[in-house]
């Protein structure tokens, strides 16, 4: 069966430091991932979604990167971080065919 | 692209009453509809999804109807017990490409006891 690892489940970052979220998926292979963010309140913003190996679109203008270094792994990152990166971080992956499922989320709180 | 709304933002019932959520969407080349439902400080979770195909599909007391003509599409819990409290987001998609669904933007469910 398929699962999602997300790392690590909560981060305290001082405003200017970097950022290092990583997701990987077990027991499938050419994975859709995604990278949401859900801020204070309900709704989920989409970040990046990768089809493949070093393809990354991203939807919104924005102080974070990622990467797709290999074909299960997913890596969201900045450089230095500001207040707004603070929230809620979801890593999911999909098939064609299925839902999403999404990884246990990362609560990412910027002082 | 898709816009999908989503009402009403926060839905209050009391336990064993019937809950309904109700989603609409643009795009009429959208033919995968799920449901989420996420608890306070968890990960969203599938609990049941609809292919534009099929008219009405249930689960135990979770039930969808989709209207394609109308380009509706409702999840209906009877019998609501207050571990039905959580958010509920409802999303459209279309099967192929890079498959992004496009969320609505969650309704409250709040059951009391």
């Known amino acids: 069966s398929q699962t999602i690892h997300q790392w690590p489940a909560t981060l305290v970052q001082p405003v200017g430091s970097p950022l290092s979220l990583e997701c990987t998926v077990e027991?499938?292979?050419?994975?859709?991932l995604y990278w949401y963010r859900q801020a204070a309140g309900r709704g989920l913003q989409l970040l990046f979604y990768?089809?493949?190996?070093?393809?990354i679109s991203s939807e919104v203008p924005q102080n974070l990167s990622a990467s797709r270094p290999q074909d299960r792994q997913f890596i969201l990152s900045s450089k230095k971080l500001l207040l707004s990166d603070s929230g809620f971080y979801l890593c999911a992956w999909s098939r064609q065919t299925l839902g999403y499922t999404f990884g246990s989320g990362t609560r990412l709180t910027v002082v | 692209g898709e816009n999908v709304e989503q009402h009403p933002s926060t839905l209050s019932v009391q336990e064993g009453d019937s809950a309904v959520i109700k989603c609409t969407y643009s795009d009429s080349a959208s033919n995968y509809f799920p449901w989420y439902k996420q608890e306070l400080g968890k990960r969203p979770q599938l609990i049941i999804d609809i292919r534009s195909n099929v008219g009405e599909k249930k689960d135990q007391r979770i039930a969808v109807t989709l209207n394609k003509t109308a380009k509706h599409f409702s999840l209906h819990i009877t019998e609501t017990q207050p571990e039905d409290s959580a958010v509920y987001f409802c999303?459209?998609?279309?099967?192929?490409?890079?498959?992004?669904?496009?969320f609505g933007r969650g309704t409250s469910l709040i059951v009391h006891p």
């Open positions: 999303a459209a998609s279309a099967s192929g490409g890079s498959y992004i669904p496009t």
């Open positions: 990768s089809v493949g190996i070093g393809q």
């Open positions: 027991g499938t292979s050419n994975p859709n």
